[in-house]
């Protein structure tokens, strides 16, 4: 039995069902009543409800369990706290392997999302017992929360430079690389940087997006005053929103960008990029 945290998210959901796929049996973890059904219809064993900071919920079910993929939910201000629980109870029941879902470049300070995943993997490495860090940029799949504006306005709008590179990769490629690390022989004690070969900027982005659908896209700046106004009235949490607006600024002035060697050494293929990905979409 694989443990997946935080199961009802865009990961979760992925991951739950590439390992169900491959007939690993999953114990889901959500956090509401309503996301039972959906997590059983891909396929999870078994679907608890609960929440990730309860300590005794969760003693429980990490009982009779295998392994533990720990995604934390997205921007949580308690990650390092939950981190801790979760690699606890993980020594506790002695279980065989523990991987975690951090991030491209956790080392970054400026960006306490990224360093709280730092904090957190600093815990793993004196575990005492076999683990595995993925570290994988943001996802292609992201773009598509602004395909409909894309196509209906004509324009990709970032918070941040039209030009700032940054590295991605496609969901499924992470998916891939989850079954192998808990199917296959030699990934314990293991960092793997993941991300596709070439970084890619928003003009980009468009251009691709553009050549695709036949639609005329260009890329704009969104305001960033313009842009926390708009995420505060849509009920984005407050230290969301401060953490976010900090990851902006840094993309603005480094650009993000990482190395896709690991991705294609553990796909053993070229990983996705981003032109693949958007025809895939519009394929299917």
Not at 22 to 41: H, M, S, T, W
């Amino acid at each position: 039995m694989i443990i997946v945290t935080g199961a009802s998210g865009k990961t979760g959901k992925m991951i739950v069902k590439a390992l169900t796929k491959n007939n690993l049996p999953v114990r889901a973890i959500v956090r509401k009543e309503e996301q039972l059904a959906i997590l059983r219809g891909l396929g999870a064993s078994e679907v608890i409800v609960g929440d990730l900071t309860n300590k005794v919920m969760m003693d429980l079910a990490f009982s009779d369990a295998r392994a533990i993929y720990h995604i934390c939910p997205n921007m949580h201000p308690k990650e390092v706290e939950i981190g801790g629980l979760m690699i606890h109870l993980a020594q506790k029941h002695d279980l065989a392997h523990f991987v975690y879902h951090s991030v491209l470049h956790p080392q970054v300070e400026a960006m306490p999302h990224h360093w709280n995943k730092m904090l957190v993997e600093d815990q793993l490495l004196r575990m005492k017992i076999p683990f595995t860090i993925l570290q994988p940029a943001a996802y292609m799949q992201n773009v598509l929360g602004y395909l409909k504006e894309m196509l209906e306005l004509g324009e990709y709008r970032i918070p941040y430079s039209i030009y700032s590179k940054s590295s991605m990769i496609d969901l499924n490629d992470l998916a891939e690389v989850v079954i192998k690390v808990f199917s296959e022989p030699g990934h314990e004690h293991a960092i793997y940087e993941l991300s596709a070969r070439e970084p890619i900027s928003a003009v980009e982005i468009a251009a691709v997006v553009s050549k695709v659908t036949g639609t005329m896209i260009t890329a704009g700046m969104i305001d960033r005053v313009d842009w926390e106004i708009n995420a505060r009235a849509a009920g984005l949490p407050d230290y969301a929103v401060k953490t976010l607006i900090k990851m902006f600024q840094y993309y603005d002035e480094y650009g993000f960008v990482g190395n896709g060697n690991q991705l294609s050494w553990l796909l053993e293929r070229e990983p996705n990029s981003f032109e693949q990905f958007i025809r895939n979409e519009f394929k299917n």
